[in-house]
């Protein structure tokens, strides 16, 4: 590449002397009939290709050219100042610094990854406040650029879960009644009160009666507790689901107005090595909590 610039700036040089014994005549009709044929070329080429030695010497000869002859060129100021700050960035040889921080461990992406299609409500916020429940400190920034590497929405705005899922996940807790009714041969009708364990799918029939007045529903239901004993705890389910969700809010969810940590449970250091996680289902499965493995 050098030797070129050094053959164009000796070409330019000897058409410069051989320009010094010609008439003014001459030069002027060669000049009208180079200004004709890149007329021409201009209409033919949209953007001609040049390499660095012919930058190197439009530029040079630039400075030379009056302003009539700066405008009809095919090179732009602005172009000239790009040429320039390329040969200027060129010079600086030192090696860059590297920016952000250092390298994520390829466990911690697979972590983060996980956590994302296990809990599909989760935003990038939250994954990254879980990692750093777990000992690997990530900014919310790198999660949010892994997950919509990988295809996954960062900041998902989903819905919740479906009936038939929450039903199976709280089926051990819940009773389901109805009433069904039944046209006697003398065209009276009675209504009949059913209740059935979702868990066991056995069924109980509390009652018939001809007026299912709120009374007798309410007496109907006194009936079953007894009926079930020391099984109808499981049937205090609000209870039950409220004091599950107080001890997990209050020990395994990060809160970013405390530094991503729980409220009555500090950050672990932070953790070099790679580590083991395994997951721990709340409320069958509604709640996902993740510890490290002792």
């Known amino acids: 590449m050098a030797l070129r610039l050094l053959y164009l700036i000796f070409v330019r040089l000897a058409g410069w002397l051989v320009l010094l014994g010609r008439s003014q005549r001459s030069k002027e009709a060669e000049i009208l009939a180079l200004r004709h044929q890149l007329a021409v070329l201009r209409r033919q080429v949209a953007r001609p290709q040049l390499a660095w030695a012919d930058r190197a010497v439009i530029s040079a000869l630039a400075r030379l050219l009056s302003l009539e002859g700066r405008r009809r060129s095919f090179v732009t100021p602005g172009t000239l100042l790009r ?19 250092p390298r994520t461990r390829a466990s911690v992406w697979t972590l983060a990854l996980r956590l994302a299609r296990e809990n599909p409500l989760w935003g990038y916020r939250r994954i990254a406040g879980e990692l750093a429940a777990l000992g690997c400190r990530v900014g919310a920034c790198t999660v949010w650029l892994l997950l919509n590497k990988a295809g996954i929405d960062p900041a998902p705005r989903r819905a919740g879960p479906t009936w038939s899922g929450f039903l199976r996940a709280q089926a051990e807790g819940i009773l389901a009644c109805d009433f069904f009714h039944c046209d006697t041969v003398l065209f009276k009708r009675l209504y009949c009160l059913v209740v059935m364990e979702i868990g066991t799918r056995r069924v109980h029939v509390l009652g018939v009666t001809e007026h299912p007045t709120g009374p007798w529903v309410a007496q109907q239901a006194r009936n079953l507790m007894i009926e079930l004993g020391d099984r109808a705890e499981d049937a205090r389910h609000l209870r039950r689901v409220l004091a599950i969700y107080e001890t997990h809010f209050n020990e395994h969810p990060p809160h970013r107005s405390l530094g991503q940590a729980a409220p009555l449970r500090a950050l672990p250091d932070p953790v070099e090595d790679d580590i083991e996680v395994i997951r721990r289902d709340r409320l069958g499965g509604l709640i996902h909590e993740y510890v490290q493995v002792a």
Do not use: E, P, Y
């Open 83 to 101: 040429w320039h700050a390329d040969l200027v960035r060129r010079c600086w040889t030192f090696k860059r610094r590297s920016q952000g921080g």
